[in-house]
């Protein structure tokens, strides 16, 4: 494909970016990362700051009149051992509400769909987009071209400037991290996230990010049944000086031993054990299908949502 035959929508000139592209595309990113206050942005910049394959003829640019580049998208492969592209994109304030959003996402869809049919023909394509709910102008876009949410990413805050409840569960032992006994809790964090298609966490990786300076295995907890570990909640310190902030950073429970509080019971514990150590903060990452989990731990603990994004998925099959 050239740029002859590209089009996508008339109020700004399209072409496919290029390697002398790079600055102005950095410089978009920073405006809508100021302009927008965006998790996203970071998201996107996380992703292909990454060792990540983009194919060519699936990262567009869109300059004004006044050659300023004004939009973008992009694709990009996190793995190439598995047929999956994820797009991405942003629109600088002026020229939304114009249909340039819905117009470009279109066009990712059907050029990464001629893009399969190219490079790998006869296979599913997975394609997959992430909408912040708040804003819910790209999720529409999304849904109505055939996108289905996939899962929900909440980003919860707690304000440990007050007390919290403490949870039990009756023949559950909720102690702190026990460095014994961390290969026992790797195995239950692989099984957790096991029906998720999670890559397993290997000893070596596992290993690494507890022996990190963060880590803080007295403000982390675990779950016993007997001697069994059946829950965890790992955590590290996050902020600056003075103001201490705690992270939730992995978290799960068995999937033989859930809705039975035990969740709450961890939280309650990790959060109360931040607090008397003098964090002014607590925070933690939840992934879900469908967000109904949320409700009792904001209820019961006192989180609040501050961020929650959606993951968007279609899958294109062979024959498509």
């Known amino acids: 494909m050239t740029d002859m035959d590209l089009y996508i929508e008339p109020h700004l000139r399209w072409r496919l970016l290029q390697s002398g592209d790079a600055e102005a595309l950095a410089a978009l990113r920073t405006q809508l990362e100021a302009l927008d206050n965006s998790v996203l942005t970071g998201l996107g ?7 990540t394959h983009v194919p060519a003829a699936l990262a567009v640019g869109g300059w004004d009149p006044y050659d300023s580049l004004s ?77 289905t949410p996939e899962r929900y990413y909440y980003d919860l805050h707690r304000d440990l400037g007050s007390p919290i409840p403490e949870r039990t569960v009756d023949g559950v032992r909720v102690v702190s991290f026990p460095p014994e006994r961390s290969d026992d809790v790797r195995r239950v964090h692989n099984r957790s996230f096991a029906n998720l298609g999670s890559a397993e966490v290997s000893p070596e990786q596992w290993g ?41 950073e992995r978290f799960g429970v068995d999937p033989d031993h859930r809705r039975r509080g035990i969740a709450l019971a961890l939280l309650s514990r990790s959060l109360r054990a931040m607090r008397a150590d003098g964090c ?10 469908d967000g109904l989990g949320l409700a009792r731990i904001g209820e019961d603990l006192g989180y609040t949502t501050r961020d929650a994004v959606a993951l968007l998925t279609r899958v294109v099959p062979a024959d498509r």
């Open 71 to 147: 939009a973008y998208g992009l694709a990009y492969q996190p793995d190439e051992s598995v047929l999956k592209l994820h797009l991405l994109g942003g629109v600088h304030p002026v020229h939304r509400h114009m249909s340039v959003g819905s117009s470009l996402l279109r066009w990712q869809v059907e050029r990464s769909i001629a893009w399969r049919d190219e490079v790998h023909p006869g296979q599913d394509l997975t394609l997959c987009c992430h909408a912040e709910t708040g804003r819910p102008g790209l999720e529409r876009a999304a849904l109505a071209i055939g996108f």
């Open 45 to 51: 910049a996380e992703f292909t700051g990454q060792d």
């Open 280 to 289: 002014v903060e607590a925070g933690i990452g939840i992934d879900t299908p």
């Open 208 to 248: 690494a990010r507890i022996e990190d300076p963060a880590f803080r295995p007295e403000w982390s907890s675990i779950a016993l049944v007997g001697e069994r570990v059946v829950g965890y909640a790992l955590c590290v310190e996050e902020g600056e000086a003075g103001q201490r902030v705690g992270w939730t």
